[in-house]
């Protein structure tokens, strides 16, 4: 079956540091992914997706993802965070059965002043 | 633009009764779906509907039933509550998913407590 992987749970950084939080799947195809980030208390938002053509995907807020069929992962990346980046990040596959969505647990960011 | 609504944004529910989490958007979606989120577990998909009238099970369906009577509604029923469903519960929609999948839009979330 499919699986999606985001091996931290939490991620502490600096503010103005880099962040890369990672996204691995399992999938044959070339698959459909997404990340949403979940702010406290609120719905999920789409960050960025990717379907096909250039690997690196540019999304909302200063962020980015890059599609690695070598290794399976769908890495986010961020130059500099911010206060306000805090919050809980998805990363989600389509199914391939049922078209549904599968999703990663998650990894909550904390950042440090 | 509303989006994705939900109600209630809270609930403490006795165990055994019985409720309704509602869900209404106004984006003409043909797919909505009911997930619930549990701590470090990610979200598990409970029901999805692909338009009015037609509804399927998803991953964790037991003790819960859904309808789908028109495009904009799909609420989802808790018989006997248990313990076991205390969660935070979430309402999405979005067009058909799939080959050139599109978003999906989340309500803000239904906390749910069973005690």
């Known amino acids: 079956a499919q699986s999606v992987t985001q091996p931290d749970i939490h991620i502490t950084v600096s503010e103005g540091a880099s962040l890369e939080l990672r996204c691995n799947y399992s999938?044959?195809?070339?698959?459909?992914l997404f990340w949403y980030v979940q702010s406290p208390g609120q719905g999920l938002q789409l960050l960025l997706k990717?379907?096909?053509?250039d690997t690196l995907v540019q999304g909302i807020k200063g962020f980015e993802a890059e599609f690695k069929r070598s290794q399976s992962s769908f890495n986010l990346r961020k130059p500099s965070v911010h206060w306000s980046d805090a919050a809980e990040y998805f990363c989600?596959?389509?199914?391939?059965?049922?078209?549904?969505?599968?999703w990663g647990a998650g990894t909550k960011l904390i950042i440090k002043p | 633009n509303a989006g994705v609504t939900q109600t209630p944004k809270f609930r403490i529910l006795k165990i055994g009764q019985s409720m309704t989490l509602q869900c209404t958007q106004d984006?003409?979606?043909?797919?909505m779906y009911w997930y619930r989120q549990d701590p470090g577990m990610g979200l598990k998909l409970i029901y999805y509907?692909?338009?009015?009238?037609?509804?399927d099970k998803g991953e964790v369906p037991n003790g819960y039933n859904v309808s789908r009577s028109t495009t904009e509604d799909f609420p989802l029923r808790l018989e006997l509550a248990a313990p076991s469903q205390t969660s935070v519960y979430f309402c999405?929609?979005?067009?058909?998913?799939?080959?050139?999948?599109?978003?999906?839009?989340f309500g803000q979330g239904t906390r749910l407590t069973v005690v």
């Open positions: 999405a929609s979005s067009y058909p998913p799939g080959r050139g999948a599109t978003e999906a839009f």
């Open positions: 984006m003409n979606h043909n797919y």
């Open positions: 509907s692909v338009g009015a009238g037609i509804t």
């Open positions: 999938y044959g195809a070339t698959p459909y």
């Open positions: 990717y379907f096909s053509g």
């Open positions: 989600a596959v389509v199914s391939d059965s049922n078209y549904q969505l599968i």
